[in-house]
């Protein structure tokens, strides 16, 4: 990060990281209320949540939902503990491995490493609001037709992830999506498949058989 | 008798074709609910807290701080005071709490007490020479050791009674045995086994067998003429790393029945593994599961934290409890592959012909040392002289691993086979061919699998004495292996129904591991009804349907499609009963072909499928299929395959990165149900293979004793980045179809070690001993003798 990057996410936020290391220590003698504490930094004043409960609200896939939740809960496990979209999975927990993949904002981010309320304010569309009603996007009808799935549980973070690189990326090399789909992990080895997906999926010809 | 057999390839039109999994659209929409994804309201969350030490004596446990903790609901005591501790991250307090938040900070709360003791956690260094042959007597942990290493039933009856015993077994426990799945060879020979006392004093982590011989070995290494090669080979413990990680939520339905939300392999095996710890009926326990995200061999017991669900639930009332591994815990304590190392001496002619074999090997099946891998694997050289020391470390226990002990064994042999060849300056599928008459009754096979490998790879193109001689820093090599694997159908019952609305459903207590069983299970009624597969509905992975097998050992496919098939059968011909009258027909008269029933010889004569079953009456029409079942013969399932894998590899000397260019497997598999999932096994275990050759290995730590990488960034899987060029070949013959159908979710990924290993040795000219084929592997094998 160069000094004029530092500067001006400082700026954004108006917390340095040195202040940021008071307010950690403020922050945990706060009585358990609900709402911020509003601290003066530098002149400015900022809003320090939890470690209680607080009300979040959230845009996921076009409908507007509400819960109480602690300031560390991320966004992942607000999705699918309290809103019941368990379509984005929980394996790593640590942004390696892409299972929890949705788009905010139609980028592609891990739901693992966002905090629920860093996410508020912003579109965030999950799995189950990809395709609409019954029929499948183009992307995910080419993962069942080259049975780029076998367990399955990678596989929602694979086709978010998958939609969103196709839209910067409308034909892509496999050279291309080697290193654009490369954060996301699978076990079962389905990556051949997902090779073959996306050149259905762009309309492009398949080097080796098997779909 | 009604014709059971599965039609040839002129009498079918859906069995053997490339159909799409059927959870397809559930799974690409994340509609698909697996374990971890159970949410019920009022849900509670269960964290465990693990020992830190990798070898410790529990000196106290104070819970009273959590018991008194924000939203706690329960708390159980797993392993109290005076218990000794194996492996970093064993279970000692489980915790029951409102939210997972809650329950992770009251696991902070608990205060334990250690006693450290000295642990041993690296098992690839080569054990002292003169350690005496283990003659203690055989503990219960040791039997469970061995049944968790898959050691072979006679070599455990051998140990038994050769050894003696530590103690008898209770009549109550003996009654218990065979649900746990022993044998009743070793129950037999633990009734009979002399007691003895164990000796006192420290355990030594080495635990040596007696010299196996076989043949005059001494003569064919000292043999005039007689080329010998020597090596060092070896392949880490890994982990099963699943991507939904283990657990389980169980919730009291009532005072008496339980239900259980599980991710396992074993759905109908899992009842009968609770009732003892709950003490409770088994038939009161019911256990479901949609889907499942990766086994791999390690999800066949409830586990301890599949019990503590339970347990947690009962303390709190009866609520929902469900505990889902973190990912470190899933790493560090729910699968281990054993690791296995060997020092290896090959005798050969002059011409390739294997003559004599002896190692020394040794690895690690967990606590109690484990078993040695079926060496040498697939080439029964006829002067064999080997030894085998299982190391007992505190890594943590083993798990089955995808064809358990096979990927080992074939590093162990077809590594060194490989030197061999190289030695004798052979082509090594020359080598091995020359050779196949050792293999026993696949040579045939063999021969071809490795004639239609050699065409597709280009492998005549491809090879070149060891050490590329190209100029630049990328050396390319190539490598071949071969493999075999058992995959005989297991136990399964399946219930198929013909409603007299021309609705058909079957239940099946089976699972679908992704492997593609549902869609397979549909793809045989549909063949056998002569109706859509789309038509039809499956209920499956639910006790409260008939018993099928645990799905490991690939024997899964084996079981459902011949107990579906009977089930169809039997049901078709029924139908054929009720309709045959309004048809002026006799039953056997009948065919049913693209969901019309008509006279085979007139089909003129005919009803619609929904018209058909309306002849049915009142009830619905039922038939129960049964695997193995000698009273509805033939066989439909069968026993034994072989396999062949060829590899290329670019090796970028300079800086020791291994690229798998290309990988050729075909592979037989008897009658083939689905040719589209098939091969998605297929490749799958290549990528997999991928990964354990070039990046998996748990990592430990000599000093704490703890796995340095329990996590995705250091425990790497491979990526879309390492997938190249992949060409599965289904090997299916009209032969192959006569033998039934057969697994094969393990065979392919036996071979990717050897054949990868084989490859980079071939383009640097050196072997690399130990995968995985790390760069700092490579450059060290490179320092010491590439010729590349």
Redesign the interface.
Known sequence: MSEDDRKSQEGASGVSRRDFMKLSSLAIATPMVVGPTVLEVEGQEVAVYGPGKMPVSLTVNGKKLSAEL?P??TLL?AL??QF???????????G??G?CTVLMDSKAVYACSILAIDAQGHQIT???G??KGEQ?TAV?QA???N?A????????GF?VATTSFLEKHPKPTPED???G??G????????????HAIAQATGQKRS?K?? | MADYSWPDAEHRTLLGTRVSRVDGPVKVQGKAKYTFDYNPAGLLHGKIVRCPYAHARVKSVDTSAVEKAAGVRAVKVLQGPGTEIHWAGDEIVGIAAVSEQAARDAAKLVKIEYEVLPHVVIDETEPPKNIANDTSPVSGDDIEDMMNNQVPEDEMVKAIMGRGITERPSEEMFKQLPEYGVPASVIKALREAPVKEAPKGPKSPYKRTAVQTQGDPQKAFGGAGVVVSEGLYGIPVITHCCLESHGAASEWTDDKNLLVHMSTQNVSGIPAQMAEPLQMPASNIRVVQDHIGGGFGSKFGPDRWGILTAQLSKLAGGKPVKIMLERDEELEVAGARPSAFARVKVAASQDGKLLGWESSSWGTGGPGGGGSPPIPYVFNIPNQRKQHTAVATNIGPARAWRAPNHPQACVLTLCPLDDMAAKLNMDPVEFLNKNLDITGPRAALYADELKIASEIFGWKQKWHARGDKAQGSIKRGVGVSLHTWGGRGHESRCDLTIHPDGAVDIKIGSQDLGTGTRTCILMVAAETLGIPHDQIKLYLGDTKYPMSGGSGGSTTIGGVSSSTRRASVDARDQLFEKVAPSLKAQPAELEVVKGVVRVKTDHSRALPWKQACAKIGAMPLTSRGSNPDKTKPPDLTNSGVGGVQMAEVSVDVETGIVKVEKMVAVQDMGYVINEKTAESQILGALIMGIGYSLYEEKVMDPTTGRMLNPNMEFYRLAGLNDVRDLVVKVYSTAEQDKRGVIGLGEPPVVSPGAVISNAVANAIGVRVPFLPLTPDRVLEALEKGGTA
Do not use: M, W
């Not at chain 1, 019941?84 to 640590?94: E, F, I, S």
């Not at chain 1, 996301?184 to 997902?194: A, D, F, S, W």
């Open positions: 602690e560390r809960t496990d699918r503990d019941n979209l368990t379509g984005a999975k929980r394996v790593c927990d640590r390696t491995c299972a999950t799995i189950e990809l395709d499948l995910q993962f069942v037709d049975d799935q076998q367990c399955g549980f990678c596989t929602p086709v999506v080697r290193n789909l490369s996301n992990l699978c076990r079962c080895g389905t990556y051949h498949g997902i090779h080796v098997n779909g």
